[in-house]
């Protein structure tokens, strides 16, 4: 009796070990031991001699590389949410289903959202720093007027993108006692309405010119391109933080870094940034200076979050080679 040959599955990054040996048992798969970003044309060999491609959000997958994908690449099942550092439509043209991995990240990432919600306006990243760079008796202990904050409780939230991840925020910022109001391409449910107490507001500008916090929950798309633009953070009140854990190019990082560096608005919490991995050093400045919380890209960083990512790839390719339509294919749009 013959077995079926195994796919060749390349994997750009390493991943957690249980992922990594479920698909060594399941694939003839090539893995990156060191977790080394591979390079442009380290890629386009990978495309050329692989069945399927499990690339990352760090990786592009651009027109040029899948219309010189050899023959043999049927699938590009991404590990990641978000599928816009793959062309999905120069895929369908080439004949290349892609899968992603969503519904895993929400919980985490709306964790580390509301941290940043608390630790901006709270100065914990300031304070944490401050007491492990002091001088023994640099600190002199409690003050009622040293390393004052600013209350969440009873302020307004301003949630831009109502998906699963901006909904999730707002359960967590209610339970803090903030008052949800939220901006989407359309209204989300009543009863999720009803059950968060948010207010809906069509005006993007109008919202942002009236909430305490502003949370950027909406993915990146061509349409949410420096959404937050320099005039929208001009609207912002300077009492306002704005806190981003969803794509760094949704904000328009140097009209923000002017607004900080101006007092415009009072403060950033940033998972994310434009230019990933390179970080301006003028937010890195605001930083040290205690106007920004910055994290490296880490609101989806449990080992949790990651090993149900990897069961989505392997349930994608495993679908996808025994002949059916893998739950979670990403459909082209428009070109």
Same mark, same amino acid.
Request: net charge neutral; charged share 25%.
């Given at each position: 009796?013959?077995?079926?040959?195994?796919? #060749?599955?390349?994997?750009?990054?390493?991943?957690?070990?249980?992922?990594?040996?479920?698909?060594?048992?399941?694939?003839?798969?090539?893995?990156?031991?060191?977790?080394?970003?591979?390079?442009?044309?380290?890629?386009?060999?990978?495309?050329?001699?692989?069945?399927?491609?499990?690339?990352?959000?760090?990786?592009?997958?651009?027109? #040029?590389?899948?219309?010189?994908?050899?023959?043999?690449?049927?699938?590009?099942?991404?590990?990641?949410?978000?599928?816009?550092?793959?062309?999905?439509?120069?895929?369908?043209?080439?004949?290349?289903?892609?899968?992603?991995?969503?519904?895993?990240?929400?919980?985490?990432?709306?964790?580390?959202?509301?941290?940043?919600?608390?630790?901006?306006?709270?100065?914990?990243?300031?304070?944490?720093?401050?007491?492990?760079?002091?001088?023994?008796?640099?600190?002199?202990?409690?003050?009622?007027?040293?390393?004052?904050?600013?209350?969440?409780?009873?302020?307004?939230?301003?949630?831009?993108?109502?998906?699963?991840?901006?909904?999730?925020?707002?359960?967590?910022?209610?339970?803090?006692?903030?008052?949800?109001?939220?901006?989407?391409?359309?209204?989300?449910?009543?009863?999720?309405?009803?059950?968060?107490?948010?207010?809906?507001? #069509?005006?993007?500008?109008?919202?942002?010119?009236?909430?305490?916090?502003?949370?950027?929950?909406?993915?990146?798309?061509?349409?949410?391109?420096?959404?937050?633009?320099?005039?929208?953070?001009?609207?912002?009140?300077?009492?306002?933080?704005?806190?981003?854990?969803?794509?760094?190019?949704?904000?328009?990082?140097?009209?923000?870094?002017?607004?900080?560096?101006?007092?415009?608005?009072?403060?950033?919490?940033?998972?994310?940034?434009?230019?990933?991995?390179?970080?301006?050093?003028?937010?890195?400045?605001?930083?040290?200076?205690?106007?920004?919380?910055?994290?490296?890209?880490?609101?989806?960083?449990?080992?949790?979050?990651?090993?149900?990512?990897?069961?989505?790839?392997?349930?994608?390719?495993?679908?996808?080679?025994?002949?059916?339509?893998?739950?979670?294919?990403?459909?082209?749009?428009?070109?």
């Amino acid at each position: 009796m013959t077995h079926p040959k195994k796919p #060749d599955v390349f994997v750009t990054r390493k991943l957690p070990a249980p992922v990594e040996a479920r698909m060594q048992e399941l694939f003839s798969v090539t893995l990156n031991r060191d977790d080394r970003p591979l390079s442009r044309d380290e890629l386009g060999d990978a495309m050329a001699r692989a069945d399927v491609l499990v690339p990352t959000l760090t990786d592009r997958i651009d027109k #040029d590389l899948i219309e010189k994908a050899g023959p043999r690449l049927k699938l590009i099942a991404s590990f990641s949410n978000g599928v816009d550092n793959v062309d999905v439509n120069a895929a369908a043209r080439k004949g290349i289903t892609v899968t992603n991995t969503p519904n895993v990240l929400t919980e985490d990432t709306a964790d580390m959202t509301m941290a940043l919600v608390l630790a901006v306006p709270r100065r914990l990243a300031e304070g944490a720093r401050f007491l492990s760079q002091a001088e023994p008796g640099e600190w002199q202990g409690w003050s009622p007027t040293w390393m004052l904050g600013r209350r969440i409780w009873g302020k307004r939230i301003g949630i831009v993108g109502m998906g699963r991840i901006g909904t999730a925020v707002g359960r967590r910022a209610k339970a803090f006692g903030l008052s949800v109001n939220y901006h989407n391409r359309g209204r989300i449910s009543p009863e999720t309405e009803a059950e968060l107490e948010a207010t809906y507001w #069509d005006s993007l500008d109008q919202m942002l010119a009236r909430v305490d916090i502003v949370s950027v929950n909406c993915p990146s798309t061509p349409a949410t391109y420096h959404l937050i633009s320099a005039r929208r953070l001009q609207l912002m009140r300077p009492e306002a933080y704005i806190v981003n854990t969803a794509r760094g190019d949704v904000i328009d990082e140097e009209a923000m870094i002017k607004c900080l560096e101006e007092d415009r608005i009072a403060g950033a919490g940033l998972d994310v940034f434009e230019n990933e991995p390179e970080v301006n050093p003028r937010l890195l400045e605001l930083a040290r200076k205690g106007k920004a919380v910055l994290l490296p890209h880490m609101g989806s960083a449990t080992l949790e979050s990651r090993i149900d990512m990897g069961d989505k790839v392997i349930i994608n390719i495993r679908t996808f080679f025994d002949g059916h339509r893998p739950p979670n294919r990403v459909l082209p749009g428009r070109d």
